[in-house]
């Protein structure tokens, strides 16, 4: 595997929401919140070799978080959603 492709995609996106659109072939991940929809789309397809039909990006802006009386925010993250061709999925278990 190379490493440039796991640099681009950081995790799946685990939830319901996310876990009921992977069974129509819709799948979330959380990606770097530098790259764009090529660098995302080429490492799904040489990670999992699958074809992606479409990408939609969403920035997640940071929430304020709390410790004690020190006021933070949480990192921010962007996360991609991925629509392959019809009949493929992805094995994220």
Do not use: C, W
């Not at 069974?23 to 999992?48: C, H, M, R, W």
């Not at 479409?54 to 410790?67: D, L």
């Not at 933070?72 to 991925?82: C, D, E, M, S, W």
């Amino acid at each position: 595997m190379n490493t440039k492709y796991l640099d681009v995609i950081k995790a799946p996106v685990v939830t319901e929401k996310a876990a009921y659109a992977g069974q129509n072939g819709v799948y979330s991940f959380y990606v770097d919140p530098k790259s764009n929809k090529t660098e995302i789309k080429l490492a799904i397809e040489k990670l999992f070799n699958v074809k992606v039909m479409s990408i939609k990006t969403i920035n997640v802006h940071p929430k304020k978080r709390r410790v004690g009386r020190y006021v933070g925010l949480t990192n921010r993250k962007k996360k991609a959603i991925v629509t392959l061709a019809p009949g493929q999925t992805i094995e994220l278990g």
